[in-house]
C-alpha cells in the first residue's frame, strides 16, 4: 500500500479502516426547504445527486437553498468504483418533458445559483450532451438571473458533444478528475480517463474562455502528496480555475475501502498550497467538501463585488 497524504509537508499513518472519525459526523436532514426539495422530487421524477450519491451534507445544503439536480435519470452506463450511483443500461430512454420540470421546480425555488449534473449516458449517440444543453436553456429561459453551474460527462472527448453544452451558456462547467491518474483506474470506469478529462477540461477553457471550469479530487484513497500535487499542476495547466477537495467515504462494502481519513488541518494546508501555490482562484478543501457543496457562495460573493474580470482572467 503506498503512503497516503494528510498534509503538504508530511505524510501520516493512516487510521484503522471503518473508524470514522469525529469530524466527519453530520446532522441529519431537517427544515421545511429540505422537504420541499425532496418532495419536488418525487412529484416530478427529478433526481437529486444529494440522494443517489447519499451525499453528506444534503441537510446543510437543502436548508441554505443549494441542491444539485441530476438529469437523465438515475441509472449510470459506468461503474465508478467510488459511486453510490447504481449502474445499469437505459437503452436509450429519456424524459423529454425534463428540461422544463427542472426549470421550472428551479424557477419556483427562486434559487439564484443551481448545479446540474447528470449520469453517464453511453447509450445515447451523443452521451446526453443534447439533452444536457436543453437543460441549461430551459433554466435560463423561465430563470433568466439564476446562475448555472453543470457538472458533466466526459462524453468521451468527443468535442462535438462538448460544444452543445457550451452553446447553451452555462456560468460554470465542471468534469471530475476524482483521483491522481496513478489511481484512475480502479477508482473509476475503464471508459473514463485521467488524460481525457484534462483534454475536456482544457478544450472547454479554450473554447468559451468566459467560462469559469472547476474540477474535484477525493482523497483517502492510497494517493501520495506528490501524486496530489502532480493532478494539481495538471489541472492548471489545462486552465482549471476552481478545485475541491473533499474526503472520500466508502458509500458500501463493495465499494473502494477508505485508505485515509484526512484531518481538517491537512485539508486546510491543501487549501493554501492550492491556491497559493498553484493559483486555483479558489480551493474549497474539507472533510465533508464535495464538488457542488454550497455552490454559489464563493461565485456569488465575488460577482456581487464586480470581481467578475478577476475570475475570467484566472
Not at 475503464?190 to 472547454?204: E, H, K, N, S, W
Not at 465533508?288 to 460577482?303: D, Q
Request: glycine fraction near 6%; proline fraction near 6%; charged fraction near 25%.
Amino acid at each position: 500500500m503506498t503512503t497516503c497524504v494528510s498534509s503538504p509537508a508530511m505524510d501520516a499513518t493512516p487510521l484503522p479502516k471503518l473508524a470514522k472519525p469525529s469530524w466527519l459526523k453530520v446532522r441529519p436532514p431537517t427544515g421545511e426547504r429540505y422537504h420541499w426539495i425532496k418532495e419536488q422530487a418525487r412529484q416530478t421524477g427529478i433526481a437529486t445527486v444529494c440522494e443517489e450519491a447519499r451525499c453528506p451534507n444534503i441537510g446543510e445544503c437543502w436548508t441554505v437553498g443549494t441542491a444539485t439536480f441530476m438529469i437523465m435519470g438515475d441509472t449510470c452506463t459506468r461503474g465508478c468504483r467510488f459511486c453510490a450511483v447504481k449502474t445499469g443500461n437505459p437503452n436509450g430512454w429519456l424524459d423529454t418533458e425534463e428540461p422544463l420540470k427542472l426549470a421550472t421546480t428551479i424557477a419556483q425555488a427562486g434559487w439564484q445559483y443551481v448545479v446540474i449534473t447528470s449520469v453517464d449516458r453511453d447509450d445515447l449517440p451523443d452521451g446526453g450532451a443534447a439533452h444536457f444543453a436543453q437543460c441549461i436553456a430551459e433554466v435560463k429561459r423561465l430563470s433568466p438571473e439564476t446562475l448555472v453551474e453543470v457538472l458533466i460527462p466526459d462524453f468521451k472527448g468527443d468535442k462535438a458533444h462538448l460544444q452543445l453544452v457550451i452553446d447553451a451558456k452555462p456560468d460554470v462547467i465542471a468534469q471530475n478528475i476524482e483521483t491522481v491518474e496513478r489511481l484512475t483506474h480502479p477508482v473509476r470506469d475503464r471508459r473514463a480517463g485521467y488524460r481525457q478529462t484534462m483534454d475536456v477540461l482544457a478544450y472547454i477553457k479554450a473554447a468559451a474562455p468566459h467560462i469559469i471550469t472547476k474540477s474535484s479530487i477525493m482523497l483517502g484513497l492510497g494517493e501520495t502528496a506528490d501524486e496530489l500535487r502532480q493532478t494539481m499542476k495538471d489541472l492548471r495547466d489545462s486552465n482549471v480555475q476552481i478545485l475541491t477537495l473533499g474526503q472520500y467515504l466508502q458509500p458500501t462494502s463493495k465499494h473502494l475501502a477508505v485508505e485515509e481519513y484526512i484531518t481538517p488541518e491537512a485539508f486546510e494546508a491543501w487549501r493554501v498550497e492550492a491556491e497559493d501555490q498553484y493559483g486555483f482562484l479558489y480551493c474549497a478543501s474539507g472533510p465533508l467538501v464535495r464538488s457542488s457543496y454550497r455552490a454559489g457562495e464563493f461565485f456569488m460573493t465575488r460577482l456581487l463585488k464586480g470581481e467578475q474580470e478577476i475570475i475570467q482572467r484566472g
